[in-house]
T-cell receptor
């Protein structure tokens, strides 16, 4: 069955550094991949979508890569700020292409 | 636009009680979803509705029923609540992006405790 793996351990970094989060998936080849941000007590918020024919996508301080050979996506936040502290979820379409599977997320803490 | 709204925000139930979680979206999206989120397990799909008048089971549908009342509203019902249904419930609606890819918009969640 399809599986998404995100590092369950929290990532602690210093303000100004680049945060890199990893999403690995198995048993399938998705047409696209998404990243969402979730703050405590709130619903997830969509950040970026990257398609299988795109190697990299950027939005302001965010950068996402998608390596379909390694079955991995990397999510980077450059010049990180304490306000970037949140849980980041990776999401992929199910094989039916309609339902979405979410990873459990990685918690990021940015210290001032 | 309010986006996706959910009521109630919090609820405490006793085992065996029933309740309905309400969800509405004002973005004219065709598809709507109900998820539950438990610590360490991520979001799990309970039911979804691809369009008004249709509903389908997701990964964890047992113990739940849904109604797609109209294009805006999608409710989730627990007929006989069990402690295992203690969770945070999120409603979402989705938009298909230009070029493909379905982006979901989430409500603020309902925190449910079943004693």
């Amino acid at each position: 069955s399809q599986k998404i793996e995100q590092n369950s351990e929290a990532l602690n970094i210093q303000e100004g550094k680049t945060a890199t989060l990893t999403c690995n998936y198995t048993n399938y080849s998705p047409a696209y991949l998404q990243w969402y941000r979730q703050d405590p007590g709130r619903g997830p918020v969509f950040l970026l979508l990257i398609r299988e024919n795109e190697k990299e996508k950027r939005k302001e301080r965010l950068k996402v890569t998608f390596d379909t050979t390694l079955k991995q996506s990397l999510f980077h936040i450059t010049a990180s700020q304490p306000a970037d502290s949140a849980t980041y979820l990776c999401a992929l379409p199910n094989t039916g292409g309609f339902k979405t599977i979410f990873g459990a997320g990685t918690r990021l803490f940015v210290k001032a | 636009n309010a986006g996706v709204t959910q009521t109630p925000k919090f609820q405490v139930l006793k085992t065996g009680q029933s309740m309905t979680l309400q969800c509405a979206q004002d973005m004219n999206h065709n598809s709507m979803y109900w998820y539950r989120q438990d610590p360490g397990m991520g979001l799990r799909l309970i039911y979804y509705s691809a369009s008004e008048g249709t509903t389908d089971k997701g990964e964890v549908p047992n113990g739940y029923n849904v109604s797609r009342l109209n294009k805006r509203e999608f409710s989730l019902r627990l007929e006989s609540a069990a402690p295992s249904q203690t969770s945070v419930y999120f409603c979402a609606s989705s938009l298909v992006a230009r070029g493909g890819g379905e982006t979901q918009y989430f409500g603020p969640g309902t925190r449910l405790l079943v004693l």
